[in-house]
């Protein structure tokens, strides 16, 4: 049961160039969205998130953009540097009484090109 | 910058014995959580705590497993058997509020052989 989709397994990117992550998910009762990074042997960080008040919520390099009918989330990384490359996660909750759990997406692992 | 610990890193056990998995969350937070990882699968939730019990848990958690907060500051997952299909990565991870970003540990790797 995948409510959170990460498409793409793997992305190559140029140091400098755009990077854009893409997440689709299927729980319209999702309305808070986070991404992770993550290096091998660490656990994941924290990136930016989303309420589904909003559409974009944007943090120095990195901005996510949510749309709510197509239940598309994207995270772009401008310009993309080398210490960029990582597994990327996306995440999602409800929000509910007493706790979240966050479901994440199989991760889109994001090489950046010197 | 604060963060969340987690011992041990790596945690090798024979097919039946127990474990416990140790982690200090982030001092001033007040929900907790573990995930764990099969490798080459996707981060799944296992349950989180708050206010001193359980207020969620997925199908994973089983009776096998179990938490507990024995002080202020560690929380535990606890394996009473293990089985091959327990190992995995292990991530404890707390919020300061609910529906605010989680924060995890580096995470303990455990194998059942």
């Known amino acids: 049961d995948q409510q959170v989709k990460q498409n793409s397994p793997s992305l190559s990117v140029q140091e400098g160039r755009i990077s854009i992550l893409n997440c689709d998910y299927t729980?319209?009762?999702?309305?808070?969205f986070l991404w992770y990074k993550k290096y091998p042997a660490e656990g994941p960080t924290f990136l930016i998130s989303?309420?589904?008040?909003?559409d974009k919520n944007e943090d120095g390099r990195f901005t996510v953009f949510l749309n709510k009918s197509a239940k598309h989330l994207s995270l772009h990384i401008v310009p993309s540097q080398p210490g960029d490359s990582a597994v990327y996660f996306c995440?999602?909750?409800?929000?509910?009484?007493?706790?979240?759990?966050?479901?994440f997406g199989k991760g889109t692992k994001l090489s950046v090109i010197p | 910058e604060p963060e969340v610990t987690q011992t041990p890193s790596h945690q090798v056990t024979q097919m039946g014995q127990e474990v416990i998995l140790r982690c200090v969350p982030i001092?001033?937070?007040?929900?907790f959580y573990w995930y764990r990882q099969i490798l080459g699968q996707k981060v799944e939730f296992l349950v989180s705590?708050?206010?001193?019990?359980?207020?969620?848990k997925s199908e994973i958690f089983d009776d096998q497993f179990s938490v507990e907060r024995p002080d202020g500051s560690n929380f535990t997952l606890k394996i009473r058997s293990t089985k091959l299909e327990d190992s995995a990565m292990y991530f404890c991870?707390?919020?300061?509020?609910?529906?605010?970003?989680?924060?995890f540990g580096q995470g303990t790797r455990l194998t059942v052989v």
């Open positions: 991870a707390s919020t300061r509020y609910m529906n605010t970003e989680a924060f």
């Open positions: 729980n319209s009762m999702f309305d808070y």
């Open positions: 989303i309420s589904s008040i909003k």
């Open positions: 995440a999602a909750s409800v929000d509910g009484a007493g706790s979240y759990q966050l479901t």
């Open positions: 001092s001033n937070h007040l929900y």
């Open positions: 705590f708050y206010n001193n019990e359980i207020s969620e």
